[in-house]
């Protein structure tokens, strides 16, 4: 037996897509398409709320417009560090700052402030969005290691007066971005220091090509099984599997995380 999603078609260029370019696509061609679910508050007993892909695609605009303004429009590419809250923010942070012409660089939360300023330095990291309730390891590193300090917005920041906000085209081709690095993520340090990982455009595209495999024995690649289906995630949304489910799956696979 062959497994066959119903819904499921490949997409043209499959495995050489861009994502921020398809969130675009489908924000213009299925505004409506859920996104990502997040909850409505800290009690989950208060339930989720769905974000679509319009409403979405139009905060990393907004996001992407406001890294500009705060790093200058022809600022040269900087590697940006995120530390926050575990929410929403940091997957528009990460897709406007490639709009932007930027790289947002996610550091565990749980690193060692060593680990933090190895990171730092192996990655050419000098500035840094810092929240409102930023943990207090920032406090650690901006005292060992001078830092560009940018405010970062409050998460309903993004998600309003979005109407007012203009489109930010992403124009890379697949030529130009498939070795270049989308964001930095690190290793698990669990042999000692962690070290910084560039993951690249292309990288997160292969995961896009697994839907080229054709099914054998009955059993579809991930990708393809989870297609259309909401998906619970009670993983950091800045650790690598976080944001492949998150990212990867839901721009290219449809999936739909809560």
Known sequence: MVFEHPNLQ?????????????????????????FVSVPKSSNLADGFKDIPYGTFAKAVNKCAWYLREQLGEDSIPK??????????RYLVIILAAAKAGHMAF????RNSLEAHLSLLDKCGCDTVLVPSRAPAI???IFAARPMEQIAAPEVDFFFEDLDQVPPIPFTLTWEEAKTKPFCVLHTSGSTGIPKPVFVTYGTFASNDAHQLIPSLGGKPTLINYLSGQRLFLALPVF???CLTFTLVFNIFGGVTCV
């Open 10 to 34: 490949v997409p043209p260029n499959c495995g050489r897509r861009l994502m921020p370019a398809v969130l675009d696509e489908v924000a213009e061609s299925d505004p409506q398409r859920v």
């Open 79 to 88: 590697t940006i560090l995120y530390m926050g809250p575990l929410d929403v």
């Open 106 to 109: 996610f550091s565990s939360l």
């Open 138 to 140: 920032l406090s650690q």
């Open 239 to 241: 650790h690598a599997a």
